[in-house]
Each structure stands twice: as C-alpha cells, then as structure tokens.
C-alpha cells in the first residue's frame, strides 16, 4: 500500500509540473511512470516501472520486480527480486507488442539433493497487450506474455504470464 501511494504521489507531482511547465516533456516523447501485477493466486508479484514514450507507437522503459510467494516449499526464502528492461510498440491505436527481459535472484530447490539455494535466472517475454485511456494522463494495461526462456528455475512456474498495470 505503501508503495502504490508512493508512486501515486510521485506521479501527480509530475502530473502538475507537466501541466504548468511541461518538466516531463522531451523532444520526441515524455517520461511515464507505472505499476504492474502479476495475476496468480500462489504469489504476490509487484513491479514499479518508469518508461519513455519515444512516440505515440514506441515505449521504452526499466522496472524492478518484487515476487512474494504466498505457498512456499523453501524454508530459507519466499521471495524473489529482480530488473526488467522492455519496450512496447504498438501495433493498432491500443494494442501493442511487448518484449521484456528480466533478471532475476530467485530461492531454488534441486530435487536430486533438495538442497535449497538462490540464483539468477534471466527470462525473455514476448507477448500482446492492450492499453485503455482512464484519463488524459492515465492509463490502465492488460497483457498476456510467453516465457520463451522458461526453466525450472524461472521466477515464474507458468509458461504464460497474465500483468495488469496502470501508469500516469
């Protein structure tokens, strides 16, 4: 909760001195910020974003990627942490292509010698989406990504990952 107000108050400061000075603004594009979910019932998945619009069909952006799992068979940990680097193009006015690369610390347990351990995994989603305009500065998102790197150490157990997410 601390995290959504956080990020929300840190987005309507930029939302004012977009208004009055246009701050946030680039040749060619504007700076957004943004939150995504991950939609499983077995862990909890929280991802704030910070993007660039480089035009009406191109985002570029950066996020960080906290994953708590609610069901955990490792005594030691129960969460992961990681980085993600993706970029959206749109292909129709809102939906879009997304490619995304995440590196992630995960807890690991080998099930030959069920020994318990953390490592990093790196992953590639590839996937569509679809943005809906709430207001003129925020939008909501819903997509469907394919782990096309997906091992048993990924973060995610699923081969088809379902984010929702909102940026101002």
Request: a positive charge; hydrophobic letters at 40%.
């Amino acid at each position: 909760m601390i995290l959504i107000l956080s990020i929300s108050l840190i987005g309507s400061a930029f939302g004012q001195k977009d208004s009055v000075a246009n701050s946030n603004k680039f040749p060619g594009g504007y700076i957004k910020l943004g939150f995504n979910y991950h939609l499983q019932l077995q862990h909890l998945d929280v991802a704030p974003i910070i993007f660039y619009r480089v035009s009406k069909r191109v985002d570029a952006g950066v996020g960080l990627n906290y994953l708590y799992y609610l069901k955990s068979d490792n005594s030691e940990s129960n969460s992961a942490y990681g980085t993600n680097i993706f970029t959206r193009v749109y292909f129709l006015k809102n939906f879009f292509l997304h490619l995304e690369y995440l590196y992630s610390n995960v807890p690991y347990r080998n099930d030959l010698n069920f020994e318990y351990r953390r490592v990093y995994v790196t992953n590639f989603f590839s996937g569509v989406g679809y943005r809906q305009p709430l207001t003129s500065k925020v939008d909501s998102y819903l997509f469907a990504l394919v782990d096309l790197t997906h091992r048993d150490e990924s973060t995610y157990k699923n081969l088809v990952v379902v984010k929702l997410g909102i940026s101002f």
